[in-house]
């Protein structure tokens, strides 16, 4: 579906579909005829689809008008930093939000919970891109503390071999690399919080919902007519009947937190594919569109899908019952 989607792209951009292709205004009729053939726009659109899903299959994704640089290329080099910054952001919310979750939870109704729980309905009220620019504003052009944008600062060559800085900075040779390994850091800081901040707030809501409703299950009141502790009502009951509906709502969490990353790049000047693909949309680099629009939609598919797959094989009665229902 998503390699359909992409190829209609082609003709659904304004403008001449071979010039939307190939970035060329052809002269004259005979050069005209001479681009379609090569690009195969003189045949039906059944072999164009399938020339087109040949040519992704073995890694001939065409050429960026701007840069002239291949697009698997450039990809390659800004997928891994959106990767970056989203895996990071969803660490920091698995680290902190599900035990703030968990706590306000058990603790529901109480001063804490009422504390935490309003801070965490406040942060993700805001618009990211809001909150990106308070960050900004606050942290950058007022006290000073963190850099304004890019990955690591320009007195510091790293190669790039694994897409992610920090690991990249660890790999690299160069001098003083634990300055640079804090550099970076500080350059991950802000955007990285931008995006975790919302998403953590999001996860303390799901968790603490779940732990709230599993409190009021019948097992919970038998094992408190048992006599068992409250630590043991806690570890043996309600950590992992509540941990089991929130994964697969982290598997929505997964759209929004891409989404997220795109916004924020664009405001740090962030090299991701979200840049990336909002420079493409100025410059009308519809290639770079079509294979941006894909990749993105790819990872997406595929990160949702392997959470759905651990949330099968951690729960496996749900695929039974979802087997009963049909």
Not at 259 to 282: D, H, K, R
């Amino acid at each position: 579906m998503l390699t359909i989607i992409s190829f209609s792209l082609a003709y659904l951009f304004p403008g001449d579909t071979l010039e939307n292709l190939t970035g060329l205004v052809p002269q004259n009729e005979m050069q005209r005829a001479a681009l379609e053939k090569q690009f195969k726009l003189d045949q039906s659109y059944i072999f164009q689809f399938i020339y087109y899903v040949g040519n992704l299959l073995t890694g001939d994704w065409g050429y960026s008008f701007t840069s002239g640089l291949p697009l698997r290329e450039e990809v390659g080099i800004a997928m891994p930093a959106t990767i970056e910054l989203a895996t990071y952001a969803m660490l920091m919310a698995l680290f902190i939000g599900i035990p703030l979750g968990y706590y306000a939870g058990i603790r529901c109704y109480s001063t804490s919970d009422h504390l935490i729980n309003s801070a965490s309905i406040t942060t993700y009220s805001f618009p990211v891109f809001w909150f990106a620019l308070l960050l900004i504003l606050v942290f950058s052009l007022e006290l000073d503390v963190a850099p304004l944008s890019g990955r690591i600062s320009l007195i510091y060559d790293i190669e790039p071999v694994t897409g992610f800085i920090l690991f990249d900075v660890l790999l690299s040779d160069i001098e003083n690399k634990s300055l640079a390994f804090k550099d970076a850091l500080s350059h991950l800081a802000l955007p990285t919080f931008a995006i975790g901040a919302i998403t953590t707030a999001s996860m303390i809501r799901i968790t603490r919902r779940s732990v709230i409703d599993v409190k009021h299950r019948p097992y919970i009141a038998a094992a408190v007519s048992r006599g068992l502790s409250s630590w043991q009502i806690f570890t043996r009951h309600i950590l992992r009947n509540a941990l089991l509906p929130i994964l697969p709502l982290m598997a929505i969490q997964i759209t929004t937190l891409i989404t997220n990353a795109m916004i924020v790049e664009t405001l740090f000047s962030w090299p991701g594919i979200g840049n990336w693909l909002i420079q493409a949309i100025y410059q009308r680099d519809y290639p770079a569109l079509r294979i941006g629009m894909m990749a993105v939609s790819t990872v997406v598919i595929t990160l949702t899908i392997l959470v759905d797959v651990l949330n099968r094989m951690i729960d496996p009665s749900r695929e039974k019952y979802e087997r009963a229902t049909v």
